[in-house]
């Protein structure tokens, strides 16, 4: 399974030499959502495995941060070097001071989670998940209530696919795959929304560039346009909507004329999208995480969302609007990620602030001490993060205790203290589900990894070892025990039974 942070979570099917490497890799055609197509990064994934820049050994730097100057060291001593650290720095400033650090590197249930563990079992400063989702998920449930939509492979049946704030054929290629689909069968027409005109946009029928941060004006008109002309199912509304006359009555000024002034579309693009939509009652809004990318993304993703309700889409198969099913899996993590050890009282640190962390912002660290000592892995903050000059400036500083997992040397490797080396998706065992599908799949073990290379698992273990906590409950488990108890735990069958039916629809 591709361990990347795409909804797609691609199901592979990965071809091994004689000689145990990996070969080709392509998507699984016995998948009905991947249908046989990956991307391209993906399925040059050998290149990733065997690349000669990959990290091989554990490293301590020499020189000062981001020089570059690097002595190699064992797995033992660079494990024992970072738990001292941590001990260090929660003796001075109290546990808080140690800041367990990830994202979304890997998607896999075990490798990214494990870390929770550690955080709960040691009261270390929580963390606050906030680069990628927030806004957009955030709206799309003050609509639907849950986070789920209907099956995403239901865009074939469509006879309208509107692909909003998502660049479908650069990001999530699948979508395209069932949406051409539904081009080729049905005649649909393929409606792309968006900020630039981006490859997506070539393969549109009708193409949409308004400015940044006015989708929720466009949304807006369009319902304006529906209760106009009667698009609007009111017998729908009546039964499952909330106000939809107060919505209306909002709606009276929302013209396409008022939202032409905000969006920079013309009335008539305005008029032929509602137009389009309002008379297509097959319409599948396929809803993407640009609306993440704008301070008003909350808004825009409700006000969006809210055209298949004033329509009624979803009252047909191939109609309504998706965004994410995260809410259908019911994983029950609460053993892996220690959340029986988890202190109310301990503060959540927001990961979009990590620049104001580590630059000693009292409100960014709730008015409380110093983040002296980090643990990253799956993630590369010195690239990814919000206000990079803070970041740097934090990462720099010298009473700042900086330990990375990784597969290569990125910048924020490059200011570490230690740097561990770890393994790729292939090389261990996982469990994933699919946040734009409605797949729970099992990523097994196919080769062994390079002999000084370890798995995020194992650092959380022995880190857990060396700290006096691995005698929680959670700890000691190998990644086919953690991954048995999840399904168990969750009424999803076992591993077994996973490994033999290779994923679950």
């Known amino acids: 399974v591709c361990p990347h942070d795409c909804p797609s979570a691609c199901a592979l099917d990965v071809d091994l030499t004689a000689d145990g490497r990996i070969g080709r890799v392509r998507g699984s055609s016995d998948n009905t959502y991947t249908a046989g197509v990956i991307c391209a990064k993906v399925a040059r994934y050998t290149e990733r495995i065997y690349h000669p820049g990959r990290l091989m050994v554990p490293q301590r730097r020499m020189g000062a941060k981001g020089e570059g100057l690097w002595q190699e060291l064992s797995w033992e001593a660079a494990l024992d070097e970072i738990a001292d650290a941590f001990v260090k720095a929660e003796a001075k400033h109290g546990s808080e001071a140690v800041w367990p650090y990830f994202y979304a590197g890997t998607m896999g249930q075990v490798q990214r989670d494990s870390i929770e563990r550690l955080r709960h079992a040691k009261k270390y400063s929580g963390f606050m998940g906030t680069?990628?989702?927030?806004?957009?998920?955030t709206g799309y449930v003050m609509g639907t209530g849950a986070l789920r939509g209907p099956d995403p492979r239901e865009i074939a049946k469509s006879d309208c696919?509107?692909?909003?704030?998502?660049?479908?054929?650069?990001?999530?290629v699948n979508v395209m795959t069932h949406a051409i689909k539904a081009r080729k069968q049905r005649g649909a027409k393929i409606v792309v929304i968006d900020i630039y005109d981006n490859p997506t946009m070539k393969q549109a029928d009708v193409k949409l560039v308004l400015?940044?941060?006015?989708?929720?004006?466009?949304?807006c008109a369009v319902m304006h346009v529906a209760f106009r002309d009667g698009y609007a199912d009111r017998a729908y509304m009546a039964k499952y909507a909330d106000d939809p006359a107060g919505l209306e009555a909002h709606l009276r000024s929302r013209t396409p004329e008022w939202a032409s002034a905000i969006t920079g579309l013309t009335v008539e693009e305005i008029e032929g999208f509602a137009r389009l939509v309002g008379t297509t009652a097959k319409s599948f809004f396929r809803l993407g995480y640009g609306f993440s990318r704008q301070r008003n993304g909350t808004a825009a993703m409700h006000a969006a969302l809210s055209i298949s309700t004033v329509?009624?889409?979803?009252?047909?198969?191939g109609g309504g609007a998706f965004h994410n099913n995260g809410e259908i899996y019911r994983f029950?993590?609460?053993?892996?990620?220690?959340?029986?050890?988890?202190?109310?009282?301990?503060?959540?640190?927001?990961q979009s602030q990590i620049g104001r962390v580590l630059t000693?912002?009292?409100?960014?660290?709730?008015?409380r001490g110093p983040v002296t000592a980090l643990l990253i892995q799956n993630t590369n903050p010195m690239n990814v993060a919000p206000?990079?000059?803070?970041?740097?400036?934090?990462?720099?500083?010298?009473?700042?205790?900086?330990?990375v997992h990784e597969q290569f040397m990125t910048d924020t490797a490059k200011v570490a203290d230690i740097v561990l080396p770890a393994t790729m998706f292939l090389e261990h065992d996982d469990l994933y589900r699919g946040g734009g599908h409605q797949h729970i799949l099992l990523g097994p073990k196919l080769v062994e990894p390079p002999a000084t290379v370890r798995t995020n698992l194992f650092v959380i273990e022995e880190l857990a070892k060396r700290l006096g906590v691995d005698g929680f409950t959670g700890f000691g488990m190998d990644e086919r025990t953690h991954i048995d108890r999840i399904l168990s735990a969750s009424g999803w069958g076992s591993y077994d039974a996973l490994k033999a039916d290779k994923w679950i629809d």
């Open 131 to 137: 680069i990628c989702t927030n806004m957009a998920w």
């Open 161 to 172: 696919v509107v692909i909003w704030g998502t660049n479908a054929v650069s990001t999530q």
């Open 211 to 219: 400015r940044p941060g006015t989708d929720a004006a466009l949304a």
């Open 311 to 317: 329509l009624g889409s979803w009252r047909h198969e």
């Open 332 to 350: 029950n993590k609460a053993e892996l990620m220690g959340t029986a050890y988890k202190d109310p009282d301990i503060r959540m640190l927001d």
């Open 360 to 367: 000693g912002d009292a409100e960014a660290l709730r008015h």
């Open 387 to 403: 206000e990079q000059r803070l970041v740097r400036e934090g990462f720099l500083r010298d009473d700042l205790f900086t330990a």
